[in-house]
């Protein structure tokens, strides 16, 4: 369109001055739009420069901002890597640890499994002994009551041996209803009149004086108690003193003053009880010399008087040649003389014997025995 505009200058004159108006306004119009857009686009150019610098200052700041944080990660980072370091160096010291323990685990369940098996066999074992102690324990029972029996036996024994040994123990032995009723026969043999009582109380004395031989008691081991056995404390000892039953005396047909004066007591008592029909008061005498002891026979006679009869020593309480009485203390006083050779009597306890237990009468000196029984009978 340019080129058109040309040819039209070059050949319509008047035409080409208009068109150089038109252009000159045209290019003043430009020029002016230059300017315009100069001053215009050098407004925004400051703008935007301004606006560059103000985003070259925020990335200063966001590079410092980042470059901080980049320090304080970097920093982190390195605080992270050490503690991973140690957490590491602590696994490994848990997993030497689990090791160990594991071990120990081991070595433990074995420890459990043998000490499971210590205890099965201890079971076992406690078993056997408690069956055990059962057996023992019944044993310890039936011992117990045998050893209580031996005991019980033995002191039985012991007190049937003290009969032979001790003199009120012997009564139940020697001077027993049995003893005394089984001589009655004997007796009937012997009394020539049974209704003359001095007379046929006089044949006993004579039949035991004149048929029972004396002899001195054999020495007699003195039995230990029990305990005394059980432990061994005892001594051995003998006693010689033996009193003999009035079968055994005639059996044997000797005996000394007791077994003699025993003898004599029975037949008179059985005499009295079984023949006569009166059981007259009868006396045991245990008579004390200064050196000796004696056994004889006495009874009171009414009056308060008194008879004594001793087989052994061959002494009865006479008038000529019969058994009679006398006043008692005159009639002891006789009699300790009888025994002066043995220092005479210093003490007397009379017996009664009833189903062979001893009551005692009286105790004491002559004197005493004699006002006893002249104030009683
Ligand atoms: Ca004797």
Not at 169 to 192: A, H, M, P
Not at 285 to 293: G, N, T
Request: proline letters at 2%; hydrophobic letters at 35%.
């Amino acid at each position: 369109m340019g080129e058109e505009k040309i040819e039209e200058k070059s050949g319509r004159k008047v035409v080409g001055r208009g068109v150089a108006v038109a252009l000159g306004v045209v290019c003043l119009f430009l020029a002016t739009g230059l300017v315009w857009a100069i001053v215009n686009y050098t407004s925004i150019i400051n703008d935007l420069n301004a606006n560059l610098a103000s985003k070259n200052e925020q990335i200063d700041q966001l590079q410092t901002w980042l470059q901080g944080n980049i320090t304080y990660y970097e920093s982190q980072i390195t605080g992270l890597e050490t503690q991973i370091e140690t957490l590491e160096d602590q696994i490994q010291i848990l997993e030497n640890e689990k090791l160990s323990l594991q071990s120990q685990v081991n070595s433990l369940q074995k420890e459990k499994a043998t000490l499971q098996s210590q205890l099965h066999n201890l079971k076992d074992r406690y078993n056997q002994l408690q069956s055990a102690y059962r057996t023992l324990e019944a044993d310890y029972t039936d011992l117990s009551a045998s050893y209580n029996d031996l005991v019980e036996n033995y002191e039985k024994w012991r007190a049937y041996l003290e009969t032979y040994i001790y003199l009120i123990d012997s009564f139940k032995r020697t001077l027993n209803d049995d003893e005394i009723l089984s001589l009655t026969s004997l007796v009937e043999s012997l009394v020539s009149d049974p209704d003359d009582w001095w007379r046929s109380v006089k044949q006993l004395y004579d039949y035991v004086a004149y048929n029972i031989q004396y002899v001195s008691d054999e020495p007699f081991p003195v039995p230990p108690t029990a305990s005394e056995l059980e432990s061994g404390g005892y001594t051995n000892a003998t006693v010689e003193e033996l009193f003999m039953s009035p079968t055994e005396t005639l059996e044997l047909g000797q005996g000394d003053c007791d077994d003699q004066a025993v003898l004599l007591y029975a037949l008179i008592k059985s005499y009295n009880k079984y023949v006569y029909g009166t059981d007259y008061e009868l006396w045991i005498m245990d008579v004390w010399f200064k050196e000796a002891a004696h056994l004889a026979v006495a009874f009171p006679v009414s009056g308060g008087e008194l008879t004594i009869i001793d087989p052994a020593g061959h002494y009865y309480t006479r008038w000529l040649l019969s058994l009679s009485s006398n006043d008692p203390y005159e009639e002891l006083e006789k009699y300790s003389n009888y025994w002066s050779e043995y220092g005479g009597i210093t003490y007397i306890t009379l017996y009664s014997i009833y189903e062979g237990e001893a009551y005692e009468v009286i105790s004491g000196s002559i004197q005493e025995v004699a006002d006893f029984i002249e104030e009683n009978y």
